[in-house]
T-cell receptor
Framework: GAGVSQSPSNKVTEKGKDVELRCDPI?????LYWYRQSLGQGLEFLIY????????KSGLPSDRFSAERTGGSVSTLTIQRTQQEDSAVYLC???????????FGPGTRLTVL | AQKITQTQPGMFVQEKEAVTLDCTYD???????LFWYKQPSSGEMIFLIY??????QNATEGRYSLNFQKARKSANLVISASQLGDSAMYFC?????????????FGKGMKLTVNP
C-alpha cells in the first residue's frame, strides 16, 4: 500500500513569509507525528496527533509554528513569519494504534533565504 | 527525560562482514521501546527493528538483530553480511510517553560506509 506522502518535497521561501507543509499518513493510521531534522539539532519532535485527542504540541519551538489535522487524516504544518533558523527537513510519520513503529514520509526540505 | 547516545560518528566495514552499531540509552521508565532507523542519502527514514523493554528475546529482522542488554542500558544494532546498500546514516531512538504522546527521541546518528 501507499506510504506516508509529503508535499512539497522542496520549498524555498523568503524570510518573513508563511509556509504550509502537508502530510498524508498511511491510510488507517490513527497517530501522526511531525519532526524536524536540521544539521545542528538532529531529529526533533514537533507535534503529535492521535485520533480525536488533543495534540501534544510540546515540541513546537515557538508560537510561529502550528499544525492541524483534518478529519483524522491529512495534516498541515504552518510556519508563520519564517526565519533562517527554520531551514530544515520537516518529516512526517504515522503509526497504527497498538503498534510501536512509526513510518516516515520523504520529508519537505525548507530553505529560508 | 529519555536520552539516546550514539558515540560512533562513522564506521567503515567490508562488504559481507558483520558490523555492530552502538547505542546507549537513559530512562527512568520501567516500560520503554527502542528503535533503529536507517536513513540513506535519499533522506527517507526507514524503520529497521524494534525492541520492547519487557521482550525476553533480542529482536531480529532478517539481517538485523538488536543486542539488548538491559542492565547496561545498551541496544546495539548488529548487521550481518553487510551489503553496499547498507551504506547510510543509522539512528537509534527511544519512545517517550511523557505528555501522553509516543514521540521518538533520537540519537545523533552514525554514518556507516560499506566498502566493496
Amino acid at each position: 500500500g501507499a506510504g506516508v506522502s509529503q508535499s512539497p518535497s522542496n520549498k524555498v521561501t523568503e524570510k518573513g513569509k508563511d509556509v504550509e507543509l502537508r502530510c498524508d499518513p498511511i491510510s488507517g493510521h490513527t497517530a501522526l507525528y511531525w519532526y524536524r531534522q536540521s544539521l545542528g539539532q538532529g531529529l526533533e519532535f514537533l507535534i503529535y496527533f492521535q485520533g480525536n485527542s488533543a495534540p501534544d504540541k510540546s515540541g513546537l519551538p515557538s508560537d510561529r509554528f502550528s499544525a492541524e489535522r483534518t478529519g483524522g487524516s491529512v495534516s498541515t504544518l504552518t510556519i508563520q513569519r519564517t526565519q533562517q533558523e527554520d531551514s530544515a527537513v520537516y518529516l512526517c510519520a504515522s503509526s497504527s494504534l497498538g503498534l510501536p513503529e512509526q513510518f516516515f514520509g520523504p520529508g519537505t526540505r525548507l530553505t529560508v533565504l | 527525560a529519555q536520552k539516546i547516545t550514539q558515540t560512533q560518528p562513522g564506521m567503515f566495514v567490508q562488504e559481507k562482514e558483520a558490523v555492530t552499531l552502538d547505542c546507549t540509552y537513559d530512562t527512568s521508565d520501567q516500560s520503554y521501546g527502542l528503535f533503529w532507523y536507517k536513513q540513506p542519502s535519499s533522506g527517507e527514514m526507514i524503520f529497521l527493528i524494534y525492541q520492547g523493554s519487557y521482550d525476553e528475546q533480542n529482536a531480529t529482522e532478517g539481517r538485523y538483530s538488536l543486542n539488548f542488554q538491559k542492565a547496561r542500558k545498551s541496544a546495539n544494532l548488529v548487521i550481518s553480511a553487510s551489503q553496499l546498500g547498507d551504506s547510510a546514516m543509522y539512528f537509534c531512538a527511544m519512545r517517550d510517553n511523557q505528555g501522553g504522546s509516543e514521540k521518538l527521541v533520537f540519537g545523533k546518528g552514525m554514518k556507516l560506509t560499506v566498502n566493496p
